[in-house]
């Protein structure tokens, strides 16, 4: 069963030396080829990311919010996905940590993004009234998150890691 309200507040907020935590998700899957299979090609073609829209603003960006002391670095990255993007996945091995100043004030952020391969996506989530989720290629998320350089980072280092995953998976068969 899956939870169609979405955390409020920030009583349970996770800080390290007075920088908020905030967790995220590059969700992802791959395009089918045409007879079903996958394609195996050496570029960011094969696959499509996952990217919504902002509440307080028509800019998009991956799901992401704060870590909350009652959940793993990996449950709120999930969470974050499910209330913001409707979609439920295996959360992968983190692609990184970054440090941000807030678009809307003074306060610095600490950010872990990790990647989440989609098995389902929900016609109803958490966030659906608040905010758009619309599949794209990696080279039209890259523009579309062009005002978060940290995400785009996070970005480059999941294609990296998919295309030397799809490399080592052709060199074994």
Known sequence: MVCLVSRTGRHLQKYNKGRRLVVGCIPYRYKNGKDGSMLIEDDDDEWEVLVVSSQKSPKMMFPKGGWELDESV??????????????????????????????????????????????????????????????????????ACEHCWWMKEALEILVDRLITLRKQEGEDE
Not at 99 to 106: D, F, G, L, N, V
Not at 126 to 140: A, I
């Open 74 to 143: 990996e449950e709120a990255a999930s969470r974050e996905s499910l209330e913001e993007a409707g979609v439920l996945g295996n959360v992968q091995n983190k692609l990184g940590t970054w440090c941000y100043k807030s678009k809307s004030s003074e306060i610095y952020h600490e950010g872990y993004m990790f990647p989440l391969l989609v098995t389902e996506q929900l016609e109803l989530w958490p966030e659906k009234n608040l905010r758009q989720r619309v599949w794209m290629s990696v080279d039209e998320a890259k523009e």
